[in-house]
């Protein structure tokens, strides 16, 4: 690293700069360029002032356009946004690398965590529109066990003819039994839906089902497989031989569509509530 | 004139141009504007003492920014790179404080 100071006949100022003020007159006189009558403040005024166009001015002009830019650079850079990484030490830079990698790892985790939320999610809601229409089917079957809705279907008519006026309630009820036992899925007479909580009771001369009286000849409309109706009701010792020894007259046809429409209107419980269990 | 006029201008196109420091340079970029600044004091300090003659400048100039890159890219290599460029940076401090402290003299006489 040499600079100025190391031309020959420096040397001593070099190493001594601080007792330079002790003995210009020597220095300025060891050295060949100087001006003797100038002092340093007016040298630095006369390279100021005016300017000159010289080989010197003009290289060194050139070398400190580079340190000029150099300079600039460098702050530039430095003053990036990254410079806050720029400055820090080794440990600090591995301990911030270990940070952002246990954040990562965080964020990973929790990430997968929201996905895993998300598809069950995804898949409740699909099992949720499944329930929903599967209570919606079993609402429909509920509804014909419970008289709310028609239905249709193949199934057995059973007319029972009483010109004697000696069928009672309890015949009925054991035919409507037999008729259940066999697997029938609605039934209604003379327009009247049967259902779970229906009573028969007799009344004068004929019948009354859940209040409604009903009057012969009595016409079951049954829906349900007809191979299993008719040889309930035709058994022997069953319901239609029963009906037959009371002087009644049954008729039993099978048909391939069998029409309830009597309907029952739903009866909203006054306490029992459904439970979500 | 002409050279502060120089220097004026280095800055400004260096702050307009903001060019990308090539990666191999970046590490000896700093060290060498250090030296470089060191050399422009010496020969300020030249300059004041009436003794400053272009071509030992240059020299001077050229030979510290080359020896402070080299010092600290052997620092890299020896695996002491930080150790050494702040050990060039004291050093080229402290010598750049000595001369400014001559050129206050020549300046303020005091």
């Known amino acids: ?277 | 004139m002409i050279a502060v006029l120089g220097l004026v201008v280095g800055v400004v196109a260096g702050l307009l141009v903001r060019p990308e420091v090539p990666a191999v340079v970046e590490p000896y970029l700093p060290i060498a504007v250090v030296a470089a600044l060191d050399a422009v004091f010496g020969g300020l300090r030249a300059m004041l003492d009436g003794i400053f003659d272009d071509k030992v400048f240059v020299v001077s100039f050229l030979s510290n920014v080359v020896v402070a890159a080299l010092i600290v890219f052997l620092g890299d290599k020896l695996g002491v790179g930080a150790q050494l460029s702040t050990g060039v940076v004291v050093v080229l401090g402290i010598r750049i404080f000595s001369n400014a402290a001559a050129i206050r003299r020549h300046v303020f006489r005091a």
């Not at chain 1, 990430?111 to 598809?119: A, H, M, N, S, V």
């Open chain 1, 1 to 277: 690293m040499s600079d100025e100071e190391e031309t020959p006949g420096n040397r001593l100022r070099k190493e001594l700069p601080d007792e330079r003020p002790a003995a210009p007159p020597a220095e300025e006189a060891a050295v060949p360029e100087a001006e003797p009558g100038l002092t340093g403040r007016q040298r630095l005024v006369q390279g100021l002032w005016p300017p000159r166009v010289t080989r010197a001015q003009l290289i060194v002009a050139v070398l400190l356009f580079g340190l000029g830019f150099g300079l600039a650079v460098q702050v530039a850079s430095n003053s990036d946004s990254d410079s806050a990484l720029r400055g820090a030490r080794q440990e600090d830079l591995v301990r911030i690398l270990d940070e952002l990698d246990d954040r990562t790892q965080r964020l990973e985790d929790e990430k997968q965590g929201l996905e895993k939320q998300r598809d069950e999610l995804e898949n409740s809601s699909d099992q949720a529109e499944e329930a929903r229409k599967q209570t919606v089917e079993k609402e429909r079957q509920l509804g014909i066990l419970a008289g709310t809705v028609a239905a249709q279907g193949p199934g057995i008519t059973m007319t029972i003819e009483d010109t004697k006026g000696t069928v009672e309630a309890d015949m009925l009820l054991d035919a409507i039994q037999e008729l259940r036992a066999a697997g029938a899925e609605a039934i209604q007479v003379n327009g009247v839906r049967v259902v779970a909580g229906t009573y028969l009771t007799d009344s004068d001369k004929s019948v009354s089902v859940d209040g409604n009286k009903i009057t012969a000849p009595y016409r079951f409309k049954v829906i349900g497989n007809p191979q299993d109706l008719e040889p309930a009701l035709n058994i022997p010792g069953g319901v239609v031989q029963t009906l037959e020894k009371e002087q009644a007259t049954v008729t039993v046809e099978r048909s391939d569509k069998i029409v309830v429409d009597a309907l029952r209107a739903a009866k909203r419980p006054d306490y029992a509530r459904s439970s979500s269990q």
